[in-house]
């Protein structure tokens, strides 16, 4: 765990340096204690960019793992404000391009700045369960990226990640508490999915929720079998 002044004391450095530390600090960790298999990065090469990268969500070292696994696409994430209000998730937030989003709600300016993103011609990665799993396993995806990919006509990529879980273990008492912890982290990229059309007379929010299902299974199908939770086949 990073101790709390160092912390604090992080806070007060200039926005650069601030993440020049970051970036060393927590690179470290990662260095030191998290042991990093890929899968499927060949499927990089099979897709046309801007992509909507979408990924199963464990733990708030997914993004610092990720970011090092698709160093090369230059990602933007999408991330709860929350993570803007805790001492220690604002120095990972500092070396890594976020845009923020409020859980639970139709946040229009968000998305708006999402759909720019894309359309920009940048990548971005969007975890559709909106929040970290509790108990490592799959839970109910959100529509918002059917919206996103139907607005913008980006490429979908399934990413499924699996051992931060134990890397960086959720505290729900307080997430400046977490710690670092020694463990292997499978991150393993499927290939683009091919997004069927709505079919005649099907109603909006079915196709919609017939999509958002599709996407998540095809995350499930990149996991062990004991994380797909309830996209389990």
């Known amino acids: 765990m990073i101790s709390p002044w160092m912390v604090k004391l992080m806070g007060h450095l200039p926005k650069g340096f601030l ?5 060393k600090v927590l690179g470290g960790y990662l260095n030191r204690c998290a042991d990093i298999k890929v899968k499927g990065i060949e499927n990089l090469n099979e897709v046309e960019r801007p992509v909507i990268f979408i990924c199963n969500h464990l ?9 090092r696994v698709l160093k090369s696409e230059n990602l933007t994430f999408v991330a709860g404000k929350k993570l803007n209000q805790n001492s220690l998730t604002q120095l990972g937030m500092c070396i890594t391009k976020t845009i923020d989003i409020k859980p639970n709600s139709a946040d229009k300016d968000a998305i708006s700045k999402i759909i720019k993103t894309v359309k920009n011609g940048d990548n971005i990665l969007i975890f559709p369960e909106g929040t970290r799993s509790r108990t490592a396993s799959l839970a109910k995806g959100r529509k918002g990226v059917v919206l996103i990919q139907k607005l913008t006509k980006a490429a979908i990529l399934p990413i499924g990640i699996s051992g931060t879980e134990k890397l960086l273990p959720i505290s729900d008492k307080d997430m400046a508490l ?8 499978n991150v393993n990229i499927g290939k683009q999915i091919d997004i069927p059309p709505q079919d005649k007379g099907e109603n909006k929010h079915v196709y919609e929720d017939r999509i958002s299902d599709l996407f998540m299974k095809k995350i499930a199908e990149l996991l062990p079998e004991q994380y797909r939770g309830v996209y389990k086949s």
């Open 19 to 23: 993440a020049y530390i970051s970036k």
């Open 59 to 67: 733990s708030n070292s997914d993004a610092l793992v990720l970011s």
């Open 178 to 185: 977490e710690s670092f912890h020694n463990a292997e982290v």
